[in-house]
Every structure is written in C-alpha cells, then in structure tokens.
C-alpha cells in the first residue's frame, strides 16, 4: 500500500453517494464499500474527519411552501442518521470514531468542541461532524470547508456523485467539459455549482485546496490519497 500525501484530510461525501442505485436511504452495500476505502486510508496513518450530506433522507430546498429555516433543520438532522451509519459501519471495521454535532444531541453524540475534535484526531479516532454548521441557509459543503479550516486539514476531499467541476452541468449538456484545475476565483466568477461558492470562498481565505472528484468507484478514495490526480484541484493559482 502505498504512503498518503497527507498526514490529516477533511472528506465531504455527499449523502446521495450512500443512496446508491436506490436514490433515497442507505444502501449498506455501498457503505461498505466506502467504509472498506476510509479504513484503508486510516491504516495509512491518515487523521480523518467526515462531513456528510442528507441529500438521500431530504433535500429541503425542493420542498414547496416550507418555511427555509425549518427545512434546514430537518437536512441538518438527515446528516445526523447519515454520520450514525458510518460510524457503525467504521466501527465493524475495529475503527474508533466519534460522532460530533454542531446540535447538541448528546444522547447519541458529542457536542462540536474544536479542542476535542483535534484530540481524537490525535488519538487516531475518525471524527464525523454532523448537523452542518448548526444553522439554516449553509450548506453541508460549507461546513465541510468550515471544519477543515478550523481541525487545520491540508485538503477538502469531495466525493461527489459527479466526477470533477464541469464549466456547466454535463447533466443537461453533453459537451460540457471538466476542469482538471482551477483557480477559487475562476469557481466563484463562473458560478460553478460542482462545490458551493461560500465553501470555495471559505477555502480561498484559508489556502484550502478542494479536489472534487467521483465516489463512483469508492476506489477512487484510494486514488485521491495517494497524489493520483483525478476529478478537479481547485486552488490558488499564480
């Protein structure tokens, strides 16, 4: 097995990567699967932490006639059932994590403390952070790039269900055309939606680099790890 690049790593996994082929839940076969990949990566050494969406359980945004704030709320709490599964799916695996929320839930998770977050990442301990940012009106990406600033990770890793930033959506148009690299600026001035913009402006003040790639094959975490250059690097660049 190859070294990592990395010592400590931020992955932001969309919620509808778990979903799989089924388009709404857990499939448990691709949290294996994706599970199987994070363990590999912390047997590298690697010091983890996991920001993950809701997209699979609810996508307040498309809901109608419903107040923002409360739909909010209701993803937030999405992220929470999406963090649990991996953490029972990571713990099959003989790997500690601890579940933090920006919510406090402490029944069945800890309260969102930067100082303990950073020490089980010390101690070894994968940290997933759920319920966002704690607050309606940002993303799961933007608390992937918040968190990353705040634990210090040297890259935010997007495994998306889309393989990389596109100059527009290959969803709707064939021949869009993926980005291997490119600069925060050229994200926030074309409005690329691969990444949330106040995540890319969040990682363009902390020097963040983003790599935006598919979790389609979960191999492809590996790849990201070990330097393979895959999906789209957004960074500074000169």
């Known amino acids: 097995m190859k070294n990592s690049i990395y ?13 799989g082929s089924k388009g709404m839940g857990i499939d448990t076969g691709i949290l294996g699967e994706i599970s199987g990949k994070l363990k590999q990566v912390h047997d590298m050494g ?8 809701g997209g699979n359980f609810w996508r307040g945004r498309s809901s109608t006639g419903m107040d923002r704030t409360t739909a909010d709320h209701m993803g937030m709490l999405a992220t929470v059932l999406n963090s649990l599964a991996m953490q029972d799916a990571l713990e099959a695996r003989g790997i500690p994590v601890r579940v ?12 969102y403390i930067r100082r303990r977050a950073v020490r089980h990442l010390e101690k070894g301990r994968i940290v997933i952070f759920g319920c966002g940012t704690g607050n309606p009106f940002f993303s799961t990406d933007t608390a992937a790039a918040l968190r990353a600033a705040e634990i210090e990770a040297e890259v935010l890793l997007c495994a998306k269900n889309v393989d ?14 993926k980005y291997d690299m490119i600069s925060y600026g050229d994200v926030l001035k074309d409005q690329l939606a691969a990444l949330d913009l106040s995540a890319t ?17 979960p191999e492809n975490i590996i790849k990201i790890i ?8 957004i960074t500074k660049i000169d």
């Open 7 to 19: 010592k400590r790593v931020m992955f932001k996994i969309s919620g509808e990567a778990l979903a």
């Open 46 to 53: 690697v010091e983890i932490g996991i920001v993950i969406g």
């Open 100 to 111: 933090q929320t920006a919510i406090e839930m402490r029944q069945i998770a800890e309260p």
């Open 164 to 177: 990389g930033v596109y100059d527009k959506d290959p969803g709707k148009y064939p021949d869009a055309v």
């Open 201 to 217: 402006s969040l990682c363009m003040e902390n020097n963040i680099p983003v790599a935006v790639f598919g979790i389609d094959p």
């Open 226 to 233: 070990n330097g393979e250059h895959i999906g789209t690097i």
